[in-house]
């Protein structure tokens, strides 16, 4: 999905549903959330991002370690 600023949301281009910056959908044909994927930090400070590694909401998975990450 794109992200649209003065919207505060994503949208995506295909069918056009929206989602706040959680992932939650609340618009359009979109059955859940948007995956998460996982993400963390390396030992010298750069962002590590695994795709390979998915989490979805509605099992429950966002609370997961990887899931998230504080800055």
């Known amino acids: ?3 649209f600023q003065a919207e505060d949301k994503f949208k995506c281009p295909c069918h056009g549903s929206g989602f706040k910056r959680s992932g ?8 859940r959330p ?4 996982q993400i963390s930090l390396s030992d010298d400070g750069q962002l590590v991002v ?3 590694l998915k989490f ?3 099992l429950g998975e966002w609370d997961k370690p990887g899931a ?3 800055v």
């Open 24 to 31: 939650i959908n609340f618009e359009g044909p979109a059955p």
């Open 34 to 37: 948007l995956e998460r994927v």
């Open 56 to 58: 979805r909401y509605e």
């Open 68 to 70: 998230k990450l504080k």
């Open 1 to 3: 999905p794109n992200w």
């Open 50 to 52: 695994d795709k390979s």
